[in-house]
């Protein structure tokens, strides 16, 4: 098991701000960037979504926050990815996604977490720690944090705080 002390899952150079207006369009246009960088297969974007359709990835934050925009953890198999990351997406558009946890549910999101992992043990443990994330970072912190639109902004909180939650748990 990798320590995130010493392993980041992010990656300043893969943080996106999207323009796109549906999940095909959002997932090709991150997916022909990651692929280009060697990061993913061929096979990555039609794969994540067909598992998109088949397992939908929207989480309905207004449980936690009324004014915590909702979010997409989208994934897909291990041997369509080579390396282990969380690619933020921000989304300038809401873009409607159906609900992890019953999935006849529709919603709009505004952020993506896209969990790139090559170790098919670990895809839980990544999508635990997001969810960690969303527990343990205080309401004002999340709701300035969904407002940053410089992708280094981005990158700069989530990387502080899950390097400061992987110390805490060790």
Known sequence: MSNLATDPLFNEN?????????QEEVFREVAESLYKKDLV???????LLEREKNYPTGI?????????PNIAIP???SEFV???????????????????????KEFDVRFLFMILNDDPE????????????MARTSEN?????????????IYSFLNRKF???AKDND
């Open 14 to 22: 893969e943080v996106f701000i999207s323009n796109a207006s549906n």
């Open 141 to 153: 912190e999340l709701v300035s944090f969904f407002k940053a639109s410089d992708p280094k902004d």
């Open 122 to 133: 670990g895809q839980s443990n990544i999508l635990a720690q997001i969810m960690d994330f």
């Open 41 to 47: 297969t061929e096979d990555f974007i039609n794969n």
């Open 60 to 68: 309905d934050m207004s449980v936690v926050s009324p004014k915590i």
């Open 75 to 77: 994934h897909t198999e």
């Open 82 to 104: 080579k390396t282990r990351m969380i690619v933020p997406i921000k989304l300038t558009n809401s873009i409607s996604f159906h609900n992890m946890i019953d999935p006849s």
């Open 163 to 165: 390097m400061q939650y």
